[in-house]
């Protein structure tokens, strides 16, 4: 595996890599020997083969700055994993007035979602033309194609990821850089789904939270939610040569799952 990947000494920048999937693929890129770049709100600690940098990527200065420190440490950059994102439940319009769609809501789902993600593959992308080499994962979810109840706005961002993905591929595939997305389905919990996550859902949903945990195991083909693990075994093959003929598309990993 470790050999058939052939990941060893990659400069890997992961935004959001200091919680959920992103740490999951981060630890993931360190067991094969990748170089690992953390850019995430929250700094880590020190760790081998890993550098953490404080990132906003919703300010462009930020991540000017991130990768510059990159190229000073390592030369280079061979991928990068667009996944810093979030989701905040709310209907168009809530006849209880609690959770209604509003422009903060919506710019706040925007900016980070799918502007940090522009910030960030610009400022790869610079770097990448000149190496004639490089790798952008956008991370989607499996909402993005078909809608989701209660995630109008978050499903609009990833929808627009996935678009992204299509035209930077189109741009860049003539030298050498390939674009990709992966759209996770239901997944184990991780920091997203706290508990304003989970009172929204369930007030918008009309459900319990029994009856929100239930729905996550039933959804699925597989009848069980995603690991975080399933997510970053995908990110790496894509990453590696062994998908050389991949690009400008969006893998779904959601267990068979396709609508939201
Ligand atoms: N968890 C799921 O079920 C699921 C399903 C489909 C898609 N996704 C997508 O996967 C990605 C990761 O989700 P997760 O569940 O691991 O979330 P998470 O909340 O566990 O992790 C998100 C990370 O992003 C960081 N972050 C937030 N704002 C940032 C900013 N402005 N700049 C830099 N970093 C910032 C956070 O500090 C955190 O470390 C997201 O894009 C999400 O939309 C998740």
Request: charged fraction near 20%; include cysteine; charge should be neutral.
């Amino acid at each position: 595996m470790h050999k058939w990947l052939d990941l060893e000494n990659k400069v890997v920048i992961v935004t959001g890599g200091a919680s959920g999937i992103g740490q999951r693929m981060c630890q993931s890129f360190m067991e094969q020997g990748a170089q690992v770049v953390i850019a995430d709100l929250c700094v880590q600690e020190k760790m081998e083969n890993c550098l953490s940098i404080r990132c906003d990527v919703t300010r462009k200065d930020e991540v000017e700055r991130m990768v510059h420190q990159v190229m000073e440490t390592f030369g280079r950059i061979d991928i990068l994993v667009n996944n810093a994102g979030i989701s905040i439940p709310r209907l168009l319009v809530d006849d209880r007035s609690k959770y209604e769609l509003d422009d903060t809501v919506f710019d706040q789902t925007i900016n980070l979602n799918v502007k940090g993600s522009f910030h960030c593959a610009q400022a790869c992308a610079r770097i990448m033309l000149r190496q004639k080499y490089g790798v952008i994962v956008n991370v989607s979810s499996e909402c993005g194609k078909e809608g989701s109840f209660a995630q109008g706005i978050y499903s609009a961002s990833k929808a627009a990821i996935d678009s992204l993905t299509r035209t930077w591929a189109k741009e860049l595939s003539p030298h050498g850089i390939r674009v990709v997305a992966i759209a996770p389905g239901p997944m184990e919990a991780t920091a997203l789904f706290n508990s304003a996550y989970i009172d929204a859902m369930c007030h918008c949903r009309h459900i319990t939270k029994e009856e929100m945990q239930k729905n996550y195991d039933t959804v699925t083909l597989l009848g069980r939610e995603g690991h975080l693990e399933e997510i970053a075994n995908t990110v790496l093959f894509l990453v590696s040569n062994r998908a050389s003929f991949i690009t400008g598309t969006t893998i779904n990993v959601s267990g068979g799952k396709s609508r939201g």
